[in-house]
């Protein structure tokens, strides 16, 4: 469960950072706490002392938020991860997303970066290339 949770995230909004062993970095706006806590929850036995920020401001362009942040320790079972997406140190989709995006894997990242539009799910990926996001499309619809 962990992992496709893990997948799921780190389409969306969550990050890997690697220092010799990698971390996961996880941040929400006070608007969505109880997503954070939920994922938290289930990522805290990777954290010290169950830490937790206390929602700090964050400017995005010129709003500004309350966010939650936690970051787990450096551990080498999230490596394969970081590697999988982040193999030159900037995220990208792995051309094998379709065997990693099961059907959780999918709710976390609507639930991390979704938005219903009118009658219609809208899955945010500004930030990926046409052909990253191509093989979340080809993913998605094979699965």
Not at 17 to 46: A, P
Not at 69 to 81: A, D, G, I, R
Request: hydrophobic share 35%; aromatic share 14%; proline share 3%.
């Amino acid at each position: 469960m962990e992992i496709q949770v893990l997948i799921g995230i780190i389409i969306s909004d969550g990050t890997l950072e690697k220092r010799g062993n990698t971390r996961f970095h996880f941040t929400q706006s006070d608007k969505h706490k109880e997503f954070f806590f939920m994922v938290y929850d289930i990522f805290k036995k990777y954290c010290t002392d169950n830490i937790v920020s206390s929602p700090k401001s964050r400017m995005i362009n010129t709003k500004t938020y309350l966010c939650y942040t936690f970051t787990t320790k450096q551990l080498p079972c999230f490596n394969e991860y970081y590697d999988m997406f982040n193999p030159l140190g900037v995220k990208v989709v792995p051309k094998t997303i379709e065997t990693y995006l099961t059907p959780l894997a999918l709710a976390f990242w609507i639930m991390g970066d979704g938005s219903k539009q009118n009658e219609g799910l809208h899955l945010n990926t500004y930030g990926l290339k046409l052909e990253d996001i191509n093989l979340l499309v080809d993913a998605l619809n094979k699965n």
